[in-house]
């Protein structure tokens, strides 16, 4: 979600209430600290509020996602929940600890090609509520977006269709 998407919301509803939306993902501290990141404190006195205190043009600062200010910090994994699988049979195949997880991911992790010249077209798809779960905590586990992963994927999947 865009900044100045949540800090519009921030004037009708608490930054708890907002955090714990479905669209934004974050927990309520995650989501102040991505905003103190971004270049915005938090006033107590006179006017409450979020006001622009950082370098920079507020305005491009508001069109940036939210998720680009926020840190990857524990990866929140029930280990005592189990995945559905497809036949809606509980399995208990592919837990892992959140640690153990984190673990694995910075031994595999290879650095990001960044490309700065890349021009993006926005995509609106559905996909089943556990397969986007598992896409945002592995972003999470190796320090990239969502969208970073979805491209890869995607990238690897035509690669492999032009191959056969």
């Given amino acids: 979600m865009k900044i100045g998407k949540i ?6 509803d608490t930054s708890a209430n907002i955090a714990k939306r479905a669209d934004v993902h974050l927990s ?4 102040r600290k991505a905003l103190n990141k971004a270049g915005y404190e938090y006033r107590n006195s006179g006017k409450k509020g979020w006001y622009f205190v950082g370098e920079g ?9 939210i998720y680009d200010f926020a840190t990857a ?7 005592n929940k189990e995945p559905i699988n497809d036949t809606n049979q509980r399995s208990n195949v592919g837990i892992k600890s959140g640690k153990e997880q984190v673990k694995q991911a910075n031994e595999q992790s290879a650095p990001t090609i960044e490309r700065t010249n890349v021009i993006r077209k926005r995509s609106s798809f559905d996909m089943d509520v556990e ?10 586990i190796h320090d990239r977006t969502v ?5 890869s ?3 690897h999947y035509l690669a492999e269709l032009k191959g056969t």
Wanted: proline residues 0%; charged residues 35%; hydrophobic residues 40%.
């Fill in 57 to 65: 043009d507020e305005k491009t600062v508001q069109e940036q996602l």
């Fill in 28 to 31: 309520e501290e995650s989501l």
């Fill in 131 to 140: 397969l986007m779960k598992e896409l945002k905590i592995q972003a999470i």
């Fill in 7 to 12: 800090l519009e919301l921030i004037k009708t």
């Fill in 73 to 79: 910090g524990k990866v929140s994994t029930n280990v």
């Fill in 153 to 155: 994927a995607v990238r």
């Fill in 147 to 151: 969208y970073e992963l979805v491209e």
